[in-house]
């Protein structure tokens, strides 16, 4: 699960560079991806930490019910919130203080992630065309896009 995990990354990584999908070329890519959802987890439980602790002052001294519902209506914000965190920081990962703050995510995928055989590279190609095809349609079968000017 480790090797398929790994192979993810690497065509994912080959594909945002450019790169011919095929195994061989796939292979040379990085295991590590700063939009990982293990990264994602890890910000998730790092904001909900601060966000809980926070509330936790706030709301402390209400009822256990209230607390789980608070719990319940704040996840999703959380989630949100982490998920923009880690698009950003993935715009701007070339400033040294962004990368030291992903780094602990990054750290993480060392640990979910093993170099992958050319037979689980080629498994992750096909599931990504799957991925870019049913795209591709789903954007034709909305018709032609329009911009809008603000």
């Not at 919130?81 to 715009?91: F, G, N, Q, T």
């Not at 055989?117 to 034709?140: G, M, N, W, Y």
Request: charged share 20%; aromatic share 8%.
């Amino acid at each position: 699960m480790f090797q398929y995990h790994a192979a993810e990354h690497k065509a994912i990584n080959a594909y945002e560079a450019g790169a011919p999908l095929e195994p061989g070329e796939v292979q040379r890519y990085s295991l590590i991806h700063v939009r990982c959802g293990t990264a994602f987890l890890l910000w998730v439980m790092v904001i909900a930490i601060l966000v809980f602790s926070l509330l936790g002052e706030v709301v402390g001294h209400l009822a256990l019910y209230w607390l789980v519902i608070s719990r319940v209506v704040a996840l999703p914000l959380i989630a949100g919130l982490a998920y923009e965190v880690i698009r950003l920081a993935a715009r701007f990962d070339r400033f040294r203080a962004v990368r030291i703050v992903l780094a602990p995510g990054l750290w993480l995928q060392r640990l979910t992630t093993r170099e992958p055989t050319l037979d689980q590279v080629a498994v992750s190609i096909a599931a990504l065309q799957r991925v870019l095809a049913a795209e591709k349609k789903s954007q034709s079968d909305l018709g032609p896009r329009v911009e809008v000017m603000a």
